[in-house]
């Protein structure tokens, strides 16, 4: 059966058994979870019995693209990978923004799934629906830049498109990167899935045009949409300083995390040197776009030889979360050193919300006495930015202090007997927000099927932006304890949701992408009508197919809770608000989902 918009096949690669083949995947598939995210979902939902464990070779790694993935459509280039995480053992993703994902579906394919355990380093090369199995022994060791540029070379190739992972995967870092020059799978610990079965990288050439059912009303529909997202407010905010220019906001309203998440706010004066306004001022060379981008929030600076580069630097800054958690969180306000950490984790392989959340959680360790507050010469102790350069190192080599470090703040605070500051819900490290900031925001921390994530789903109306063909306005109460606020945080999620399937950023959404627009990419695209309704539906679907993993593998009501420290006021601010209400909202959040009041699925429609 031919298809627009999908290809309608997926290559599997047994690495125990180096064995290849495609399967057809039927369109009735595509109907239930369209691409992407709920493909990858949908993969392991059908393979999730023969899964021992996520570092065994049992595990499947789906590296999936979406119907919407296309090099004319803005803000999709994005590949989605779906595996069960070493980090939290339950249901992991990732999402790399790469024009790796165009190539796939170039080279006849909607996904790549992996099985199995290669004897020795090996990548995968992918053609023209067809893979072989390669040596990779020569780029063991190497970072994630140096695989990339190495294979290019060596396959005499510039025109490649490279996922690999760094020295964290080889070494099952339980939170190491899938990633390339472009673009960073960062959460879950995807990285150590690779390094766990010998694949070093994932190597593909697209050479196919994608083919559009309506290809003239697209790239008409396309220019118009260009236009309205890159001259959004929010989209020429984004271009202008980058999501870090959120940093100065979410301080004064206690989004951000300080001291592992105990303090806040911190000093204005500080945090004036790491905003997203003050690096478009100091080190910004231009914004960045991934392809087909019109808002272009990534930051390629440059950075002068000095006190954290040998050599002038030049290539991706950190972005919002990694300023935050290296910066706000362990009190350091040198944007270039912050920059250095940035590209040593993007380098070796290690996620930056992960590493600053179990950096933050040594330091206040050391502080509180539990562990000492020198090792190896290492002061642990907060604002030293040449101590937390060190440990990156150390974590992604499991050096010394490192091997500890690499487990994740779940295990760590379990070794040391600190789990009354350790910041993670199933094992996933919070991202730089607050459930004290935003009560919807910690009822969505505790629901989304990864673990503590900002990403499933949205916040945004509450920063003035509605979605009117959901029903849901613009809001200003944060703390609003209705019933009401359970529906729009699982309206976002499954909107997010869509996103992941599409596969779409997510700052489109915030430029002004509406479902409409989603409607009509879909028509032009796949030739295929949609509807709000059935749109919704498919996040929803894809939703409890993840829960549906995450309830076989031992999560119940009993794991959707926040960490003690989200239910605790900040220390330095006095009118800070506790989620309680979190408790209240869950019951009905499982009724509303149609989950049992365990908080188990019932039935699935798949
Ligand atoms: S908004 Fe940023 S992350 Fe999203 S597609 Fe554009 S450049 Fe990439």
Known sequence: MAFFGWVGKVLYVDLSNSKTWIE??????????????????????????????????????VFATGPLTSDIIPQSGRVSIGFISPLTGIWGSTHVGTRFAYDLKRAGLDAAIVIGKAEKPVYIYIAEEQADIRDASRYWGLDIVE??????????????????????????????????????????????????????????????????????????????????????????????????????????IGNIPVRNFAWGRWDDNEVFKITGETMTKTILERPYPCTTCPVACKRFVRVKPGKWFDREFRGLGPEYETISLFGTNLLISDLEAIAKMNEECDRLGLDTISTGNVIGFIFEAAEKGLINKEIDGLRLEWGNADTVIKLIRKIAYRESIGDLLAEGVRRVSEKISGQDFAVHVKGLEMPAHDGRAFFAHALSFVTINRGADHLGWSHMPWRGIAVPELSINARDDRYNESDEVVDVVIKMQNLMTLYDALIMCKYAFSAGLTVSDIINLLRYTTGKEYTVATLMEIGDRIWKIERWIDNQLGITNKDDKLPRRMLTPHANRNDTRVPYVVEKWLPVYYRRRGLTEDGVVKELDV
């Open 147 to 252: 695989t990339v540029n190495s294979l290019r070379r060596d396959l005499n190739d510039q025109s490649i498109k490279v996922l690999a992972i760094g020295p964290a995967g080889e070494h099952l870092v339980k939170f190491s990167t899938i990633a390339n020059e472009e673009g960073i799978g960062g959460r879950a610990g995807g990285g150590a899935v690779m390094g766990s079965k010998n694949l070093k990288a994932i190597v593909v050439k697209g050479t196919r045009p994608i083919e559009y059912a309506y290809p003239e009303e697209l790239r008409r529909y396309v220019r118009e949409l260009n236009v309205k997202l890159g001259s959004s407010a929010r989209g020429a905010s984004l271009r202008k300083f980058g999501s870090a220019g959120s940093v100065g906001v979410y301080n004064e």
């Open 24 to 61: 057809s995947v039927s369109g009735d598939v595509y109907d239930k979870v369209l691409g992407g995210e709920g493909l990858a979902a949908y993969i392991i939902y059908k393979h999730l019995r023969g899964i021992k464990g996520p570092l065994d070779p049992s595990n499947i790694l």
